[in-house]
């Protein structure tokens, strides 16, 4: 019983430690607070001395004040919208993620930049500016390709250029050799290729009589094989892909003007076939991807297109024109001369081709100049601007040649906001100039 009486009680033996870890929590904790207070002491010395506290608010005020000041500050939160003067209605910036994560994204995210005093556009800060746009253009060697693609540079995007260089020549882009944002592969679109991009312009063709009749089998299988790899392509990369068809799909047209409503009257076992049901399957391809696969498609048709950088010999009209009264040979007109034709400048063209792409519509769009000149009215403002002297040879019409050819462009003009500008009196001296200069250079 004395044993038992001598034993400490359970709350006496838990009361030893307790006061142990108390003892060296307590000491502890009071270093823990010297060393906060001498650490605060440190900073506050350190902000206090040569005026630094007084930086650092500066520096927050002035931040705060360009926020809060800022146009664009509150815009930045929603939705972001601008107009550019040269590429018609306005288009929103829903988001800033790069457009390669969105198929959809592609156009949404394009926002233009109006240049410096051009109409009522707002510049961009850097820290809101969408990331370049990554491109393909095939063909881009071309005569339409080659001016696309120096719009697309000049607007800031990155550009792949592919061309077999049938028609395409390296001289059309050589003054961009030494861009960094510019790369030029020598690939027929025949054969399947793999690339990273966001938007695909196909305008891989010969598309002048000379040259699709050419190796007609060659054209047909570059309309249909050529379109099948790059809709692939798109499908695979998410890229929205735009096709550069062509009114010749209206064949000779019982429609006056043509509607994009309009069938079409095609010969399809003529000499001409290989182009005008090639560029009708091809347009029956993008739909078809479109409807089953989801790929985003817009659709051009395209009217007659002159300007600089033409093939000398292509045997299209106003390149034949302009070139034979150059070189003082008569101007050669088919059949009797009273077949019509609608000629668009190649800025023009661009210009449609940016906004289609661009834009919500799929189409298909006449991209076109209305204005409407017979072949012996053009015949005379070839001369008036090149040589008065120059004369007129009649030869035999050609199989299956279009007897009238004008667009209706209210779709384009409604939808767009699209129209050509340049009338054939202003846009054919610069051509002139231009087959002028290669004519001497070759001599």
């Known amino acids: 019983m004395k044993q038992l009486h001598k034993q400490p009680s359970l709350n006496q033996q838990h009361q030893i430690p307790t006061h142990t870890h108390t003892s060296s929590y307590s000491s502890k904790s009071a270093k823990q607070q010297t060393r906060s207070s001498s650490f605060l002491r440190s900073a506050a010395s350190y902000l206090l001395r040569e005026q630094r506290l007084l930086f650092v608010l500066a520096g927050a005020l002035i931040a705060s004040t360009f926020f809060l000041l800022s146009p664009y500050y509150h815009s930045s939160l929603s939705r972001l919208s601008f107009s550019s003067p040269d590429e018609g209605p306005h288009r929103v910036l829903p988001s800033f993620h790069h457009p390669s994560l969105d198929r959809s994204s592609t156009t949404k995210a394009s926002v233009s930049v109006a240049a410096a ?12 500016r ?4 990554r491109i393909v253009v095939t063909g881009g060697a071309g005569f339409v390709g080659s001016h696309l693609v120096d719009k697309l540079l000049a607007r800031g995007d990155s550009v792949i250029v592919l061309d077999n260089f049938f028609t395409g020549r390296k001289d ?57 790899n790059m809709l692939g392509l798109a499908k695979r990369i ?9 009114s010749e799909v209206y064949g000779d047209p019982l429609e006056h003007p043509q509607k994009e409503t309009y069938w079409g009257h095609v010969n399809p076992i003529g000499v ?17 991807y479109h409807r089953g696969a989801g790929v985003e498609v817009r659709i051009a048709r395209i009217f007659n297109t002159y300007g600089p950088r033409m ?29 019509t034709r609608s000629f668009q400048y190649v800025s023009d063209l661009v210009d449609g081709l940016v906004a289609l792409m661009e834009g919500e519509h799929i189409g298909p769009f006449n991209l076109g100049n209305p204005g409407e000149f017979t072949m012996l009215e053009l015949a005379e403002v070839v001369k008036e601007t090149v040589d008065p002297s120059a004369t007129i040879e009649f030869r035999p019409n050609t199989a299956d040649d279009p007897h009238m050819r004008k667009p ?34 070759k001599k």
């Open 408 to 441: 209706d462009i209210t779709k384009a003009k409604e939808l767009l906001n699209w129209e050509p500008k340049i009338s054939l009196r202003q846009g054919l001296p610069l051509m002139v100039t231009d087959f002028r200069k290669r004519l001497n250079e």
């Open 272 to 288: 001409r076939s290989c182009y005008d049901e090639g560029k009708r399957t091809a347009e029956t391809l993008s739909m078809d």
């Open 238 to 246: 998410g890229a929205r892909f735009l096709l550069t068809s062509t």
């Open 172 to 228: 059309n882009l050589v003054h961009h050799f030494g861009n960094p944002r510019f790369e030029l592969i020598r690939h027929d679109v025949v054969e399947p290729i793999l690339l990273e991009v966001d938007q695909i312009y196909h305008l891989a063709c010969p598309a002048s009589p000379v040259h699709y009749k050419y190796n007609p089998i060659k054209t047909i299988k570059t309309n249909v094989m050529g379109t099948l």
């Open 117 to 128: 005093g051009g109409g009522g556009g707002r510049r961009v800060p850097a820290g809101l």
């Open 311 to 339: 093939c000398l010999d292509d045997g299209r009209v106003v390149s034949n024109f302009v070139a034979q009264a150059l070189r003082k040979q008569p101007m050669t007109v088919y059949g009797d001369g009273k077949q």
């Open 130 to 133: 969408k990331p370049p746009l």
